[in-house]
């Protein structure tokens, strides 16, 4: 699914550069859960914004369901992220002045599709258990169910791979614990590919296995 090759990031700061990832390699099959985990200045958010398609490397390879995305131009990587990267993210992301069915169907407008859009975002927002909220604005709804509206949002287009940005950073233990639950459900019944990237020790370990990066490298 993912095919990371000694993949590199050089931010340039007037005269001086900044290495961000030094040489990162490793794959994540279909269906696989992994957790990436780093300190801040890790490279991790780096390495989150490539995969995602938001960012390019400087050298190496990124080779996502087999294309190579690394010398895309900015329309192809959008269309990318659309059909086939869900995200989900620490802030939720919500449109606040519209209703959570019309919060989902916004991937949707973005890449185009007209007849089933409502019928598609009430089918998502049924699979994380919000069937009874969809006419419901953001400020009507607790952080998880803000959570799970975003979680909706991303899997209504169908992706192969959800990315998870600190998915339970706003949330109490508890609730976060859910959203965690209701994400490796998902895995298991559509087979998705999961990344999620967290400072949590104890998100980290319900991933099938873990990606520790240190100063751009990955730990051995």
Do not use: W
């Amino acid at each position: 699914m993912l095919q990371i090759e000694n993949l590199t990031k050089t931010y340039r700061l007037g005269k001086v550069e900044v290495p961000a990832l030094r040489g990162v390699s490793f794959t994540v099959n279909d269906g696989e859960v992994i957790a990436i985990m780093g300190r801040s200045g890790s490279g991790k958010s780096t390495l989150m914004n490539i995969l995602g398609c938001l960012d390019l490397p400087t050298s190496g390879r990124y080779l996502l369901d087999g294309q190579d995305i690394s010398g895309l131009n900015d329309d192809r990587l959008a269309a990318i992220r659309n059909r086939k990267i869900g995200f989900v993210f620490q802030q939720f992301n919500l449109l606040s002045r519209t209703t959570t069915r019309r919060n989902v169907e916004m991937p949707m407008m973005y890449a185009g599709v007209g007849r089933g859009r409502r019928q598609r975002a009430e089918s998502a927002l049924k699979a994380v258990g919000l069937e009874h909220r969809m006419n419901h604005h953001p400020s009507e709804l607790s952080g998880g169910e803000q959570q799970r509206v975003a979680i909706a949002r991303a899997l209504v287009n169908d992706p192969a791979l959800i990315l998870a940005d600190e998915p339970t950073g706003n949330l109490d233990s508890h609730t976060g614990d859910e959203i965690v639950s209701l994400l490796l459900d998902l895995n298991k019944q559509r087979n998705l590919t999961l990344v999620l990237v967290t400072h949590d020790p104890d998100v980290a370990a319900r991933a099938l296995r873990t990606i520790r990066l240190i100063d751009g490298v990955i730990e051995q």
